[in-house]
Protein backbone atom coordinates (compact mmCIF):
# COMPACT_ATOMS: atom_id res chain seq x y z
CA UNK A 1 0.00 0.00 0.00
CA UNK A 2 2.96 2.34 0.86
CA UNK A 3 4.78 1.63 -2.22
CA UNK A 4 1.49 2.31 -4.55
CA UNK A 5 1.09 5.86 -2.46
CA UNK A 6 4.79 6.73 -3.18
CA UNK A 7 4.30 5.70 -6.68
CA UNK A 8 1.47 8.09 -7.11
CA UNK A 9 2.91 10.72 -5.70
CA UNK A 10 6.01 10.05 -8.14
CA UNK A 11 4.12 10.55 -10.99
CA UNK A 12 1.99 13.79 -9.73
CA UNK A 13 4.87 16.14 -11.18
CA UNK A 14 4.82 14.17 -14.65
CA UNK A 15 1.06 14.33 -14.84
CA UNK A 16 0.68 17.64 -14.14
CA UNK A 17 3.37 18.89 -16.69
CA UNK A 18 1.45 17.02 -19.31
CA UNK A 19 -1.28 18.37 -17.76
CA UNK A 20 0.06 22.12 -18.78
CA UNK A 21 1.53 21.14 -22.16
CA UNK A 22 -1.43 19.20 -23.40
CA UNK A 23 -3.81 21.46 -25.97
CA UNK A 24 -6.70 19.29 -25.97
CA UNK A 25 -10.05 21.28 -26.21
CA UNK A 26 -7.97 24.29 -26.52
CA UNK A 27 -10.15 24.87 -29.87
CA UNK A 28 -13.15 24.09 -28.63
CA UNK A 29 -12.63 26.96 -25.31
CA UNK A 30 -11.75 29.84 -27.97
CA UNK A 31 -14.46 28.69 -30.07
CA UNK A 32 -16.97 28.98 -26.88
CA UNK A 33 -15.30 32.56 -26.14
CA UNK A 34 -15.67 34.05 -29.47
CA UNK A 35 -18.84 32.36 -30.53
CA UNK A 36 -20.91 34.99 -29.13
CA UNK A 37 -19.37 38.24 -30.84
CA UNK A 38 -19.34 36.33 -33.93
CA UNK A 39 -23.14 35.74 -33.30
CA UNK A 40 -23.83 40.06 -32.17
CA UNK A 41 -21.91 40.50 -35.74
CA UNK A 42 -23.97 38.40 -37.68
CA UNK A 43 -27.09 39.69 -35.90
CA UNK A 44 -25.80 43.08 -36.47
CA UNK A 45 -25.24 42.77 -40.11
CA UNK A 46 -29.16 41.70 -40.74
CA UNK A 47 -30.99 44.09 -37.85
CA UNK A 48 -29.20 47.37 -39.52
CA UNK A 49 -29.55 47.39 -43.15
CA UNK A 50 -33.28 46.47 -41.95
CA UNK A 51 -33.82 49.34 -39.71
CA UNK A 52 -32.03 51.57 -42.15
CA UNK A 53 -34.57 50.24 -44.98
CA UNK A 54 -37.80 51.01 -42.56
CA UNK A 55 -36.50 54.52 -41.59
CA UNK A 56 -36.00 55.19 -45.58
CA UNK A 57 -39.23 54.01 -46.07
CA UNK A 58 -41.22 56.26 -43.19
CA UNK A 59 -39.17 59.24 -44.64
CA UNK A 60 -40.68 58.57 -48.00
CA UNK A 61 -43.51 58.09 -46.88
CA UNK A 62 -43.96 61.07 -44.93
CA UNK A 63 -42.31 63.15 -47.79
CA UNK A 64 -45.13 61.24 -49.91
CA UNK A 65 -48.16 62.01 -48.13
CA UNK A 66 -46.98 65.87 -47.46
CA UNK A 67 -46.99 66.17 -51.11
CA UNK A 68 -50.06 64.22 -51.74
CA UNK A 69 -51.97 66.65 -49.19
CA UNK A 70 -50.00 69.82 -50.71
CA UNK A 71 -51.57 68.64 -54.13
CA UNK A 72 -55.20 68.70 -53.38
CA UNK A 73 -58.07 71.59 -53.72
CA UNK A 74 -59.83 73.24 -51.56
CA UNK A 75 -61.72 72.03 -49.91
CA UNK A 76 -60.37 68.62 -48.96
CA UNK A 77 -62.84 65.96 -48.87
CA UNK A 78 -62.95 62.66 -46.68
CA UNK A 79 -62.23 60.45 -49.34
CA UNK A 80 -59.17 62.18 -50.82
CA UNK A 81 -57.50 62.35 -46.87
CA UNK A 82 -58.57 58.68 -46.99
CA UNK A 83 -57.13 58.04 -49.99
CA UNK A 84 -53.90 59.55 -48.83
CA UNK A 85 -53.43 57.74 -46.07
CA UNK A 86 -54.12 54.57 -47.97
CA UNK A 87 -50.92 55.82 -50.06
CA UNK A 88 -49.39 55.95 -47.32
CA UNK A 89 -50.32 52.51 -46.64
CA UNK A 90 -48.54 51.25 -49.92
CA UNK A 91 -46.02 53.58 -49.73
CA UNK A 92 -44.91 51.36 -46.29
CA UNK A 93 -45.33 47.99 -47.66
CA UNK A 94 -44.84 45.35 -46.72
CA UNK A 95 -44.72 47.18 -43.22
CA UNK A 96 -48.26 47.66 -41.27
CA UNK A 97 -48.66 50.81 -41.16
CA UNK A 98 -52.15 50.80 -39.71
CA UNK A 99 -51.30 48.23 -36.71
CA UNK A 100 -47.43 49.55 -36.35
CA UNK A 101 -47.62 53.34 -37.04
CA UNK A 102 -49.22 56.12 -37.03
CA UNK A 103 -50.25 58.89 -39.56
CA UNK A 104 -50.64 62.73 -38.53
CA UNK A 105 -51.29 65.69 -41.37
CA UNK A 106 -51.85 69.26 -39.67
CA UNK A 107 -52.77 72.53 -41.47
CA UNK A 108 -50.76 75.40 -40.31
CA UNK A 109 -52.16 78.86 -41.09
CA UNK A 110 -51.77 82.36 -40.34
CA UNK A 111 -55.01 84.01 -41.92
CA UNK A 112 -55.07 87.83 -42.63
CA UNK A 113 -51.73 87.74 -40.35
CA UNK A 114 -54.28 87.31 -37.54
CA UNK A 115 -51.75 84.70 -36.09
CA UNK A 116 -50.35 81.51 -36.33
CA UNK A 117 -52.92 78.49 -35.74
CA UNK A 118 -53.08 74.74 -36.48
CA UNK A 119 -56.20 75.22 -38.37
CA UNK A 120 -56.91 71.42 -38.63
CA UNK A 121 -55.44 67.72 -37.80
CA UNK A 122 -56.08 64.44 -39.26
CA UNK A 123 -54.59 60.83 -37.83
CA UNK A 124 -54.35 57.66 -38.95
CA UNK A 125 -53.37 54.26 -37.43
CA UNK A 126 -53.66 53.01 -34.55
CA UNK A 127 -50.18 53.58 -32.74
CA UNK A 128 -50.06 55.02 -29.51
CA UNK A 129 -48.10 58.68 -30.85
CA UNK A 130 -48.55 61.41 -29.77
CA UNK A 131 -48.39 64.64 -32.48
CA UNK A 132 -46.16 68.13 -32.33
CA UNK A 133 -49.34 69.52 -33.00
CA UNK A 134 -52.63 70.32 -31.04
CA UNK A 135 -55.71 71.25 -33.34
CA UNK A 136 -56.35 74.84 -32.63
CA UNK A 137 -53.37 75.74 -30.98
CA UNK A 138 -51.56 78.78 -31.53
CA UNK A 139 -47.92 79.83 -32.43
CA UNK A 140 -47.01 76.24 -32.98
CA UNK A 141 -43.12 75.57 -32.63
CA UNK A 142 -42.01 75.40 -36.57
CA UNK A 143 -38.31 75.18 -37.99
CA UNK A 144 -37.05 78.60 -38.99
CA UNK A 145 -38.23 79.77 -41.98
CA UNK A 146 -41.60 77.78 -42.18
CA UNK A 147 -43.30 79.54 -40.29
CA UNK A 148 -46.52 80.91 -42.37
CA UNK A 149 -46.66 84.72 -43.06
CA UNK A 150 -49.90 86.64 -43.89
CA UNK A 151 -52.20 84.23 -45.72
CA UNK A 152 -50.00 81.59 -46.08
CA UNK A 153 -49.98 77.53 -44.93
CA UNK A 154 -47.72 75.08 -44.00
CA UNK A 155 -48.85 71.13 -44.39
CA UNK A 156 -47.01 68.91 -41.72
CA UNK A 157 -47.12 65.12 -41.98
CA UNK A 158 -45.96 63.05 -39.21
CA UNK A 159 -45.08 59.42 -39.20
CA UNK A 160 -44.62 57.34 -36.38
CA UNK A 161 -43.57 53.19 -36.83
CA UNK A 162 -42.62 51.13 -34.21
CA UNK A 163 -39.30 49.17 -35.52
CA UNK A 164 -39.36 45.95 -33.23
CA UNK A 165 -36.38 43.45 -34.26
CA UNK A 166 -36.49 40.10 -35.47
CA UNK A 167 -34.48 39.35 -32.78
CA UNK A 168 -35.96 41.38 -29.85
CA UNK A 169 -33.96 41.77 -26.95
CA UNK A 170 -30.44 39.94 -28.06
CA UNK A 171 -29.41 43.51 -29.25
CA UNK A 172 -32.28 45.89 -28.06
CA UNK A 173 -35.86 45.58 -27.75
CA UNK A 174 -36.86 47.87 -30.43
CA UNK A 175 -37.91 51.38 -30.41
CA UNK A 176 -39.97 54.27 -31.90
CA UNK A 177 -39.48 55.82 -35.47
CA UNK A 178 -40.30 59.05 -36.38
CA UNK A 179 -40.23 61.41 -39.56
CA UNK A 180 -41.62 64.78 -40.27
CA UNK A 181 -42.15 66.66 -43.57
CA UNK A 182 -43.48 70.09 -44.10
CA UNK A 183 -44.65 71.48 -47.29
CA UNK A 184 -46.56 74.42 -49.00
CA UNK A 185 -50.07 73.69 -50.88
CA UNK A 186 -49.59 74.13 -54.46
CA UNK A 187 -53.11 75.39 -55.29
CA UNK A 188 -54.56 77.07 -52.48
CA UNK A 189 -54.38 77.22 -48.57
CA UNK A 190 -56.43 73.98 -47.24
CA UNK A 191 -58.44 75.86 -44.54
CA UNK A 192 -61.66 73.86 -44.45
CA UNK A 193 -61.13 70.59 -42.44
CA UNK A 194 -61.80 67.37 -43.38
CA UNK A 195 -64.42 65.55 -42.45
CA UNK A 196 -64.02 62.60 -40.83
CA UNK A 197 -63.91 59.20 -42.77
CA UNK A 198 -67.08 57.27 -41.53
CA UNK A 199 -66.48 53.65 -40.32
CA UNK A 200 -67.18 50.63 -42.07
CA UNK A 201 -71.37 50.27 -42.37
CA UNK A 202 -71.80 53.88 -41.56
CA UNK A 203 -73.26 56.38 -44.54
CA UNK A 204 -73.25 59.40 -42.54
CA UNK A 205 -71.06 60.60 -39.68
Request: aromatic share 8%; proline share 7%.
Amino acid sequence: MRMKTRAALNMLPTRLRRFAEGEQGVTAIEFALVLPVVLLILLGCFEVPRYVLIYQKIARTSAGIADLVAQADEPLTKNQMEDIFIAGETMMEPYDLVAEGRVYVSSINNPAGAGVKVTWQRQHGSLGAGSAFTEGEDNPTLPAGLVPASNEEVLVAEVFFTYTPIFSNLIYSGSQLTKVSYTRPRNKNLMTKPPLQCPPGVDQC
